[in-house]
């Protein structure tokens, strides 16, 4: 089973970057598909983007394509979420999860996932 551990949260201005990551550990990690997630206060848990298993393949939510990249390096066991021109609405916990199988957009396909970091992009 797969333990993952999500870091490089913070306070950002609108306009500014952050990078996520998220290690892994307890399990063969090229074999899992990847997806980041985020939840503001109040609102349900919401899809940001995902990756497959060699890192060709991505997929983004409409909200953040164009600003957000992410990203994988097996060989380090840990996935990326670059995160460019940062707005308000960014603001939320974000989450790292994984799933052997499944649709990598849909958030109950995902058993494993991290404890999450904050964001906080300030206007």
């Known amino acids: 089973q797969v333990q993952l551990l999500e870091s490089g949260g913070g306070l950002v201005q609108a306009g500014g970057s952050l990078r996520l990551s998220c290690a892994a550990s307890?399990?063969?990690?090229?074999?899992?598909?990847m997806g980041w997630f985020r939840q503001a206060p109040g609102k349900e848990r919401e899809f940001v983007a995902a990756?497959?298993?060699?890192?060709?393949?991505?997929y983004y939510a409409d909200s953040v394509k164009g600003r957000f990249t992410i990203s994988r390096v097996n060989v380090k066991n840990t996935v990326y979420l670059q995160m460019n021109s940062l707005r308000p609405e960014d603001t939320a916990v974000y989450f790292c999860?994984?799933?052997?199988?499944?649709?990598?957009?849909?958030?109950?396909?995902?058993?494993?996932w991290g404890q999450g970091t904050q964001v906080t992009v300030s206007s």
């Open positions: 999860a994984a799933t052997e199988f499944g649709v990598p957009t849909i958030r109950r396909q995902y058993p494993y």
């Open positions: 307890g399990g063969t990690f090229s074999s899992y598909l």
């Open positions: 990756i497959g298993r060699s890192g060709v393949n991505t």
